[in-house]
């Protein structure tokens, strides 16, 4: 196992994460977790040498930190660092800080967090966080003070001008950011330019979702072809392990691992520090580029649309969340991201005049996807 430094510690460079753990076989709901299952992964992960486990009040409904902290209590506390995160996703929760703390530290039977976040800081939730009424950061540098919280950090999906926004304000307090990093979000979600920003203000980097959900565990064979034919021992998988290698700041690489063969797999990759070199990360990014354009909208943000819009929509920003949407699948992150839209600025307002298509240099059916996108989301006129 490789590690990286962070202050005084030296953590693994691969962390777990427990949102995906294993379930009961048979069961579809997401509390039956195979705690035998998760107990030989978590008992491989540290005799492989890794020590960061992170969790959070929702993975699971609520059960991961219960399965979490039940298997690591048999373990000696200073033998792994522990992370969850303050549920402020929800934004009912910003006034019971130090309610949830004390219940998460009673679920994972521990006394302090070596690492605690605000959890998913995004476009509806930013103004309640940075709310004094709230106390949170307050609170949560208390617990800090006293011991109980050793860094303190946030998690975020949302978008740069969010993550300027939340660091204007707490920045000098942030140890860390944990951001979704992938080759295919490097440009897609703008994660480069949340990677500079970070590397700016040294702020080290935590990455969530390294394979996209498993979409970048495998892919087409004529994409695979090309990677092989310049790393012939490299799995398709490691590949995006290596990307996340060759980026400045990346301190730890969280992966959500749902059996033992991946957790096997993740760990031989990262028994070695191999980054890209300058072709290979091109190749890697050509790939991403290729995989986007299959079922997503050519939109360059050149913005002609906004002028001619009657109702005065962001539509460039629409369509970014559109093409999250589609290539994801579904997923959270556009739903999250259009409710907290007014009502009058979200896809369903459009009225289909069609002004922005007239002037659009890609000849977007700007109207359709307003209106397929309504239909997804679920969204009324």
């Known amino acids: 196992m490789i590690y990286s430094n962070f202050q005084d510690i030296k953590l693994s460079s691969l962390g777990v994460g427990t949102m995906r753990l294993p379930l009961i076989e048979g069961s579809e709901k997401d509390t039956d977790i195979d705690v035998a299952q998760t107990e030989k992964m978590f008992d491989y992960a540290i005799k492989n040498g890794i020590n960061y486990f992170d969790t959070a009040y929702a993975y699971h409904s609520g059960e991961s930190e219960n399965v979490t902290g039940k298997i690591l209590s048999k373990y000696p506390r200073d033998n792994f660092y522990l992370a969850t995160k303050f549920p402020g996703y929800d934004i009912n929760n910003m006034d019971k800080v130090e309610e949830i703390f004390e219940e998460q530290l009673k679920k994972c ?21 940075l709310d004094e009424k709230y106390g949170i950061l307050d609170y949560l540098l208390k617990q ?6 050793k860094h303190l950090g946030f998690s975020a999906h949302g978008s740069l001008e969010v993550m300027k926004k939340f660091l204007n304000a707490y920045g000098k307090y942030m140890e860390f950011c944990q951001i979704q990093l992938n080759y295919i979000d490097w440009t897609f979600q703008d994660a480069k330019a949340k990677v500079d920003l970070l590397n700016e203000l040294n702020i080290p980097i935590w ?12 892919l087409s064979d004529e994409n695979t072809e090309k990677l092989k034919a310049l790393r012939p021992n490299e799995n398709i998988p490691s590949w995006a392990f290596r990307f996340l290698q060759s980026i400045p700041g990346v301190t730890v690489v969280l992966s959500g691992m749902s059996n033992l063969d991946q957790l096997k797999d993740n760990v031989h990759t990262y028994e ?7 072709a290979e990360f091109k190749a890697i990014t050509d790939i991403a580029g290729g995989m986007l354009k299959t079922n997503t909208l050519p939109c360059t943000a050149c913005r002609y649309c906004t002028s001619h819009c009657p109702k005065g929509i962001d539509i460039p920003r629409i369509l970014e969340l559109y093409n999250e949407h589609s290539f994801t699948g579904g997923g959270f992150i556009a739903p999250m991201a259009i409710a907290a839209l007014p009502a009058d600025k979200q896809p369903s307002a459009c009225i289909a005049c069609k002004s922005c298509e007239a002037v659009c240099p890609q000849q977007i059916k700007i109207s359709e996807a307003m209106a397929e996108f309504s239909k997804k989301l679920g969204l009324k006129k």
């Open 109 to 129: 039977r521990v006394d302090y967090f070596d690492f605690y976040l605000f959890h998913n800081v995004y476009e509806k939730n930013v103004d309640y966080y």
């Open 144 to 149: 800090k003070e006293n011991g109980r919280i």
């Open 207 to 218: 990455v969530m979702e390294p394979l996209r959900g498993g979409k970048l565990a495998s």
């Open 272 to 278: 070695e520090n191999k980054p890209l070199n300058d």
